[in-house]
């Protein structure tokens, strides 16, 4: 009975991290983290779609790494540590999707451009793996997992979300002094104000 009782507790944990990561705390329009991407690529929606796949897959696993890298340090006693061993796993991972990338879709590489090693240094990246790195208890498997997957699965919502947008503001008739960033944020706002509903889900 205990067995089948943690389990669920793990399951509802994941759920509730995972619903709360996507929509009730998104990293973008709750946390203003990853602007520079977000502003910047999400005016082309297959680039959008790249960094959103990128993005997600540099999350998971470095998320999932430096959990269990917190773990080590702390016995070692050298969690002070954690926030360069955190750069060099996620820098590590950017250089792996970069290659994988240049080589197999050079288009997307090309449209990415300097957006895509600046995953490296992405507060949504940082802050995620910085984030787990300091729960310190394995109970905690379920909110770890749902976090490392809903962070950039909120992202990756977002960014496609912003990059439709996008395309209809640029063939719209804006006014002047909002055209570019200005009407971009002027947007984001209204999307926050629209996810801010879902808080009362959790």
Do not use: H
Request: with cysteine.
């Amino acid at each position: 009975i205990g067995l089948v009782g943690s389990e669920m507790c793990i399951r509802d944990r994941f759920y509730t991290a995972l619903i709360s990561s996507i929509f009730v705390s998104n990293s973008i329009l709750s946390g203003f983290k990853g602007m520079c991407s977000y502003l910047g690529i999400s005016k082309n929606r297959t680039a959008a779609f790249g960094m959103g796949c990128a993005l997600t897959f540099v999350c998971v696993i470095s998320g999932l790494i430096c959990w269990g890298l917190g773990f080590l340090l702390r016995a070692l006693d050298i969690y002070f540590m954690f926030t360069i061993v955190a750069i060099l796993v996620i820098a590590s991972l950017v250089q792996f999707v970069e290659l994988v990338i240049k080589k197999f879709v050079p288009s997307l590489y090309k449209s990415l451009g300097i957006y895509l090693p600046l995953i490296t240094t992405n507060c949504v990246v940082l802050g995620l793996a910085l984030s787990v790195g300091s729960i310190a208890t394995p109970q905690e498997f379920g909110t770890v997992l749902g976090t490392v997957i809903g962070v950039p699965l909120g992202y990756f919502l977002v960014i496609m979300l912003f990059s439709a947008i996008q395309e209809r503001l640029l063939s719209s008739n804006t006014p002047k002094g909002f055209k570019g960033a200005a009407i971009g944020l002027i947007t984001t706002a209204l999307m926050a104000l629209a996810f801010y509903g879902f808080a009362g889900t959790i």
